[in-house]
């Protein structure tokens, strides 16, 4: 929004609030290949999320519907459900909401309405029929299961299902061999099938449905005693054809809700599974692994069932419903114009803003390029309005909002699964975090202004801004993260605390509405009125939308640590790591830093971390690193992937909003991200900066990181204490920076001598500056 477009604002006793600088940040954006429905679709649309979203919420906090309604209806399910039966529901179902969400394609605005190829159509619904059919035998071996008439073994019922038996045959016939044909023959055919926007595909339609099969199936085996074959040659033939059609379906949902690199880089390890016996080195596994063997073994807890799904399924949906609140009540337009009312009249104040909200965002958004997209439509034209460059307009904007995933509480999704992963409370984890989010923030704090100092740059004119004194009036908006802090702090389970914070968002709602009634003319009339039952279902329904991407990524990423805990590639790259640490540790991390980097570049963050850690952690844990630090060390890192050349989610959204070039804004934001490649090797060496010491080492530990990260941003920026820097200063103040990043008492006493002698260098002798550098305008 540009600033010249300006309206007022209601108004207070106090005047006007000013200008509405954030408007629809708590808006979802549209995907290019979302369906937009109205009437009965959005109606039974509308209804699957919610449900799915509520279903979520109650399983959570171990509601029964029959408890809450007092009814008792047996198809109602009840909680707490075994856990492996709810993570299967919980992928189903999103993988059903996910493709009658989102097409296999993407639609234009300005194209017309189009029907469609018939044949196409025609033959995409005849692929309902092998649908029903797989659904019908589910169902009766559901029923043959539950009727008790089968063997009992250890207290399971037995399924004997072993080949030239009639289970056998059944589960291949008219069950696996039927939902492979229409799993993969409606992909293929929803390639080409095309329809308006706001109407369903027919091969969509049967893509849903042999989901809920999958479900139906696996619950049902799952149950028995054939759980226990899994990864072995002995497992049921149907649960390799229903581990191979829901992998099928994990894959395309991920290309239509977050592109092609994840898909690519999954295929890269299926391929790798079938043909690991004939590689050459580390690569290479004993013997090969068989179709039924592998896809046995994926859809277990030790791959799609896993460490990612069992954050997605709790964690991660339950902050989503959070976030949903939030933004229901309009929390995300509240935290941008604080921002701006806060920090927009600092020189560069678009820039500090960005900063500032993208922190704050970070709580809402769970991915950097989501944050990208929500603040940097306002911060990235004003940036570039007071003389920012489009690609440092873009890349301060990419930087910032890829902070948000390593900024307590909540972190983003990576910090669940390392709770997950590790076994640590993720009340450990957030607090460890804090000094290093304080000095990745920081750092980025010091590169914008010294760079709006280089140029002189103004900030924002008053009248530009929304007034700090009317906001102040709207505190209390931060109560549900407050609640969310305070409840994790005093030790309740973060489901409880994401609960508390989640009815709290709701229950604050209504503060304006009893504001205005109380003390009259406190705040503008037009502020929020009170989340009532149509804005809760609302929520939900939002929140069920929001999750799908997320869900089918943690899957996604599922698939590939079910690959690496079957071939035990992770276990041979650890022990080159080991071999490596014999040389130098430093190398050793160097090489695990450019895995976790490598890993995550085209990946949203959640994947990134979960193969990262599955691959690099262990090593670094077999060296003798910490357990929390050595996970920190891989999580930051697929953190900044999303900065890091040439494939930089977040920069690339950020150069979709500049119009600047993509890889140019990689690199600049890799420039201004410089000081997030660093903090792991800081708090590597000093492990202070994790809340590892007395509060004398962490006090000390922080306040010389970033006065270190100071120097590092000095020395990049070329701007040091109010003057430009010559050359070698630049130098002289980047190997301060280091000695005080190292972390010891005597380096920390050299890297300040240094600072203090080049600051007395640069005052008395005035050594010529590199270059003169003109203001610039937007180019």
């Known amino acids: ?92 179902g999103a993988l059903a909401l996910g493709y009658l969400l ?20 025609l033959l995409a619904g005849l692929l309902a029929i092998p649908a029903l059919v797989a659904g019908a035998t589910a169902i009766g071996f559901l029923n043959m299961i539950n009727s008790g008439e089968l063997p009992q073994m250890g207290g399971l019922t037995t399924w004997a299902a072993f080949p030239g038996t009639e289970i056998y045959q059944t589960e291949v016939r008219w069950f696996g061999i039927p939902l492979l044909i229409a799993t993969l023959g409606a992909i293929v055919t929803g390639w080409f099938e095309r329809r308006d926007r706001g109407q369903f ?9 042999s989901a809920i099969v999958l479900a139906i199936y696996l619950v049902a085996i799952y149950g028995t005693a054939a759980r226990n074959s899994v990864g072995t040659p002995f497992v ?24 092609l690199a994840l898909v690519i880089i999954t295929g890269f390890f299926l391929a790798y599974t079938f043909t690991a016996h004939l590689l050459p080195g580390i690569l290479a596994v004993q013997s090969s692994f068989t179709w039924q063997r592998f896809f046995g073994f994926v859809y277990t807890d030790a791959g799609i069932l896993g460490p990612t799904t069992a954050v997605s399924s709790t964690y991660i949906i339950l902050f989503i419903i959070f976030a949903a609140f939030l933004q229901a009540s309009k929390v995300g337009d509240y935290f941008v114009n604080f921002a701006f009312a806060a920090a927009g009249r600092a020189r560069g104040g678009p820039a500090k803003v960005a900063i500032f909200a993208s922190g704050l965002m970070g709580m809402i958004n769970g991915t950097s390029a989501g944050n990208v997209v929500a603040t940097g ?40 699964i390392m709770a997950e992963i590790t076994g640590i409370p993720y009340q450990e984890i957030a607090i460890a975090a804090i000094i290093p989010a304080i000095l990745y923030f920081a750092s980025i704090y010091f590169m914008v202004d010294f760079e709006a100092a280089k140029l002189n740059m103004r900030g924002m004119r008053e009248d530009e801004l929304p007034k700090l004194a009317a906001l102040l009036k709207q505190i209390y908006l931060f109560v549900p993260i407050i609640i969310l802090i305070v409840a994790l702090f005093l030790g309740y389970s973060v489901i409880r605390a994401g609960t508390l914070a989640t009815v709290a968002a709701a229950v604050i709602s209504w503060m304006p509405v009893l504001m205005i009634r109380l003390f009259p003319g406190s705040l503008p009339e037009a502020a929020v009125a009170g989340m009532g039952p149509r804005s809760i279902l609302k929520a939900f329904e939002l929140a069920g939308v929001m999750s799908i991407q997320i869900i089918a990524v943690c899957a996604c990423a599922g698939i590939i640590v079910g690959v690496i805990s079957l071939t035990g590639v992770g276990a041979r790259f650890s022990a080159v790591l080991l071999d490596l640490a014999g040389v130098s540790q430093l190398i050793a991390l160097f090489f695990a ?19 990262a850690a599955s691959v690099v952690a262990p090593g670094l844990i077999q060296l003798g690193i910490p357990t929390l630090t050595a996970h920190f060390f891989v999580f930051y890192f697929a953190v900044v992937s999303a900065i890091t050349p040439p494939v930089a989610l977040a920069s690339y959204a950020a150069a979709g909003i500049s119009g600047a070039n993509p890889m140019e804004t990689s690199v600049a934001s890799f420039k201004i991200g410089l000081a997030a490649f660093i903090v792991p090797f800081m708090f590597f060496y000093n492990s202070a900066l994790l809340m590892d010491g007395t509060w004398v080492e962490v006090i000390r530990a922080g306040l010389t990181a970033t006065f270190g990260v100071f120097l590092l941003s000095a020395g990049v920026q070329g701007w040091f204490m109010g003057a430009r820097s010559a050359w070698f200063l630049r130098a002289g103040l980047v190997v301060a920076a280091l000695f005080m990043i190292e972390g010891g008492l005597f380096t920390d006493l050299v890297g300040l001598g240094a600072a203090v002698g080049i600051y007395f260098i640069q005052r008395l002798f005035h050594p010529r500056p590199d270059a003169t550098i003109p203001v610039r305008g937007a180019d």
């Open 1 to 92: 929004m540009n600033t010249e477009d300006k309206k007022p604002d209601a108004t207070t006793e106090d005047g006007p609030l000013g200008v509405v600088v954030a408007e629809g940040v708590d808006e979802e954006p549209v995907e290019a290949n979302r369906r937009l429905f109205t009437g009965t679709s959005y109606i039974v649309i509308a209804t699957i999320s919610t449900l799915y979203a509520m279903f979520h919420m109650l399983a959570l906090n171990g509601v029964s519907l029959s408890d809450w309604t007092g009814i008792e209806l047996a198809f109602l399910p009840q909680f707490p459900m075994e856990t492996w039966n709810f993570r299967i529901v919980h992928i189903s």
């Open 102 to 121: 989102f097409s296999a394609h993407a639609f234009s605005d300005d194209a017309p309405a189009r029907s469609g190829n018939r044949i196409v159509t």
């Open 236 to 259: 049921p033939i149907g649960v390799a054809f229903a581990a191979t059609a829901g992998s099928a379906l994990i894959l395309e949902l991920t290309r239509r809700v977050a592109g």
């Open 377 to 416: 439509s306002l911060t990235i034209p004003l940036m570039k309005k007071v003389g920012y460059q489009r690609k440092t307009a873009g890349a301060i904007e990419a930087a910032a909002s890829t902070g948000g995933q390593i900024m307590p509480p909540i972190m983003g999704a990576g910090a669940f």
């Open 593 to 611: 830093m450019c895995i976790a980097i490598l890993l995550g570049m085209g990946m949203p963050t959640t994947a990134a971390y979960a193969v």
């Open 201 to 209: 595909t027919a091969s969509d339609i049967v893509l849903a449905l």
